[in-house]
């Protein structure tokens, strides 16, 4: 298979480097190719070396060796000592009456174990920390609410008063921005000691997922974990506001007069927070079936959308597509049929930056121009957003029915992430830890997109990067491309989109591919398939990629998973 024309990357032989991988070795973990399996067995003939078919990799039990007598193997396990054991252990007399068991039986046993302890760290454990998060997430909101409230009231209250009695006012309202950032940086601190847990959750259930999917049966008997630490919930933050009590003007002492604040107070709550418990079906659990990338991708369908030039594409169904390119007119076209269905224009007569598809299966648009975000309802157009000093480009639609939405500045400020729920902000996404701007300066070549894991991808072509925050807005990671790339030309990353194995998908126009990594940022490989300017991507329901391909006015339809 010729790298240069074939979908995806190929994986070489680990000793010549240049020839593809046909063989592997399960006792060392090396990649071959059939010219260099018998060098490979002779580099060291201390060891059984067990070459195996590349698509049988990791087919090979491999047993643990016997602490007692070397390079002897351990098949047996002795129940009673709790150890593995050789053959030359079970000739002697050590363990002679002893309970023997297969050591494979026991693996399964260890095995099935991790399993159940992974799942209800995957089902329950990891997502009641979310609830937590979340939980206290929106208290936060409410707290600045309502302190808000407060400082409005004494403020009006103040207006009633001349001017001397200012600094009395400022005094009061110090104390309340006193008492509002003593119990913030509580529920702060609070929240990132859960963020910190689920983290360590998510460091578990990966480890656990390793060692699950290895042969090396050490692994497995060394690998333990600690759930029931993570059963120990948290504390809840129980919060007391102040209030404030005005006085009425009769001639006291001024300080008395004008009125007090009541003290907050911040207490803890050992039952404040329940484990979430998972309702699964029989059929299926909450988490996704593994799905492997597909070794040569399979391009299902083409569609000819009649655009100059195709910008965005967004699935409502395994069936249906919208499409919008160089025009006002947003296009729902059948994907196994290539016929068009509907037909829907932007409200102000300007091309649509990006589009998107709700939860509940409404269009999206986005009006750079108008710098408005509007949805399309029973095919009528109505304005959900309009900013004043910001201009919107990409958007999408969260699990919860939410919309990310990308805001330029209109006067070079940083760009931020705004998460709205309806026309009302939620939470803003702009800086860093340190104070630094996350996402680059300019009004284009900017996609968004949601992961599984609640983490908020966008493309920053600028930036010649792939930025993914978490749910709470803390960087994760950067991913500026892989090297060598198919035309050697910069990372210049533009249509966004994810999948159920939490895999990142980005089109590269500059290299003419799409980049797929994991959830952590790590390169899994590219697909071309052919394409022709990629931009636009999005996943239909049956987990296959459509990629608008902008030149042609295209879009096309790849498999690419098992």
């Excluded at 060598?484 to 895999?503: E, L, M, R, V, Y």
Aim: a negative charge.
């Amino acid at each position: 298979m010729d790298p240069r024309t074939s979908a995806q990357d190929v994986m070489r032989c680990d000793l010549c480097e240049t020839a593809v991988v046909q063989m592997h070795c399960d006792t060392c973990l090396v990649n071959l190719c059939t010219a260099c399996v018998g060098k490979h067995m002779i580099s060291d003939e201390s060891k059984r070396h067990e070459i195996v078919p590349f698509k049988l990799r990791k087919s090979t039990p491999l047993y643990p060796g016997c602490t007692f007598h070397d390079k002897e193997q351990c098949e047996m396990y002795c129940n009673q000592c709790d150890i593995p054991v050789c053959a030359t252990c079970l000739a002697s007399d050590q363990h002679l009456g002893h309970k023997l068991l297969k050591i494979l039986q026991v693996l399964d046993e260890k095995r099935d174990k991790i399993i159940k302890e992974q799942t209800e760290l995957n089902d329950t454990i990891y997502p009641t920390y979310q609830d937590i998060a979340s939980d206290v997430q929106n208290r936060m909101s409410q707290l600045e609410k309502e302190y808000g409230d407060l400082s409005t009231a004494i403020t009006k209250h103040g207006e009633d008063w001349h001017r001397e009695i200012d600094k009395l006012v400022k005094k009061l309202k110090a104390e309340v921005d006193e008492m509002k950032n003593t119990q913030l940086q509580t529920l702060q601190k609070h929240l990132d000691e859960i963020n910190k847990t689920m983290s360590d959750i998510k460091d578990e259930i990966n480890s656990s997922y390793t060692v699950v999917d290895s042969n090396e049966i050490s692994k497995l008997f060394n690998f333990t974990t600690v759930i029931e630490t993570y059963k120990n919930l948290p504390h809840k933050i129980v919060l007391s506001l102040p209030k404030f009590r005005p006085d009425k003007i009769q001639g006291k002492e001024l300080s008395k007069l004008f009125g007090s604040l009541s003290s907050s107070s911040l207490t803890s709550d050992k039952h404040g927070y329940s484990m979430k418990r998972t309702q699964k079906s029989t059929e299926a659990g909450s988490s996704p079936p593994v799905k492997q990338l597909l070794d040569e991708p399979e391009t299902v369908t083409t569609i000819d959308t009649g655009y100059d030039r195709l910008y965005s594409v967004a699935c409502l169904s395994d069936e249906e597509i919208w499409t919008s390119g160089n025009g006002s007119t947003m296009k729902l076209y059948s994907i196994n049929q290539g016929s068009l269905l509907k037909s829907i224009t932007t409200m102000s007569g300007n091309r649509p930056y990006d589009i998107a598809v709700t939860k509940s299966g409404d269009l999206v648009y986005t009006d750079y121009i108008d710098r408005t975000v509007n949805i399309v309802k029973n095919e009528k157009v109505e304005e959900v957003i309009r900013l004043q000093n910001w201009i919107p480009t990409g958007v999408c639609s969260t699990s919860s029915g939410d919309l990310l939405v990308i805001l330029d500045s209109i006067d070079r400020k940083p760009t931020k992430v705004v998460c709205y729920s309806g026309s009302t902000e939620k939470q803003t996404i702009q800086f860093d830890d340190k104070g630094k701007p996350l996402y680059s300066c300019s009004y284009s070549g900017r996609y968004i997109t949601g992961n599984r894991n609640l983490d908020i991808c966008v493309s920053d072509y600028v930036a010649n990067a792939v930025v993914v925050v978490n749910q709470a807005g803390k960087l994760r990671f950067r991913y500026t491309g892989h090297t060598p790339a198919p035309k050697n030309k910069p990372f210049t990353p533009q249509g966004i989109t994810t999948d159920s194995q939490s895999h990142i998908l980005t089109a590269d126009n500059n290299n003419e591919c799409v980049h797929i990594i994991d959830q952590d940022g790590q390169f899994l490989r590219y697909l071309d398939s052919g394409l022709k300017n990629p931009i636009g991507l999005c996943i239909d329901t049956n987990e296959n990629l459509l990629i608008a391909q902008n030149h042609k006015g295209q879009m096309k339809k790849i498999k690419y998973l098992q």
